[in-house]
């Protein structure tokens, strides 16, 4: 046969093939290495990096815990300083004039004389039989429909227990010379149940801070100065009106207070409750030397005095 003659023998492996099969060999070899040596546990070198690591966190958070803590027991000084501004400090707080250069300023020859009326900003009461007691620095505020109303009346009231206090401050250039003014008509803001005379004392206060209108009680007013003058009060008189009043300097953004109240009339042996004044005060008066038509009111006026240049 024809196939008979043909015969056939097996291919011999070549290099090529010895060195393909000896790089698998090798790479298989390598990659056992490999994952045995990632499968190793850790030496201890390599274990007490991540040890101290934590503890020197540790170590930095409590310490920055300690320096907090010491920090907000100090009496505020990295504080922002806006932030310990209350109202009984807030006076302390440096008040810079705001009329700059006004003393350069070339004045008429004669000087112009001008005054004007200063309302005081605190009216309120004390009483002496209640030393803690502290009333109402808003006593007609009401609820609208369109919100909180607070009008500007504020009650101005003497008997021989109450008394009122007044402060004044000076905020306006070259108003340095005032008039401290009491008026008020006898019929109408009187009342003696005997009909006898009695006297209302004026009395000058201390005035270096202001009158904080939340705490201020018979207890903690500020102290007696002086008295200025002895108002004497005659229900039973023809006069209309009693009007009083006295000239006093007023330095510019000076505090100035006052004391309404009545003279202790058992010093005299009469009786003290004789003593009754009491009239509500707005801030719409007019010049308190004019007529009648004024209401009753405690009040300063002011008078421009200004040296010409």
Known sequence: MVLSSFGYSLLKHSSSSDELSAKDSDTISSSQLLCTHCQRPLSGSHSILPFWAIVISLLSLSLNCIIFLVSSKLSGQCLDPMLSVTNEN???????????????ITRPVPPIQRELINFPQVIQQVNKDRPGFV??????????RRGLVSPEERRVQATDKVSTLAQFRAIDYGMERCEIHVRFPINTTTAASSGRPFLLSVNRLESRIPINTKKLSYANKPALVSTIAQIRVDPASAKEETHWWQRFDCPWDGSFTFELACFDMERLGDGAEDCWVEWWQNREGEDPRSGMNNSPSILTCCTLLIKSS
Do not use: A, E, Q, V
């Open 90 to 104: 807030i006076h302390l707080l440096r008040r810079p004039t705001p009329f700059i250069g006004f003393d350069n």
């Open 135 to 144: 009333y109402d620095d808003d006593p007609l505020r009401y609820m609208s």
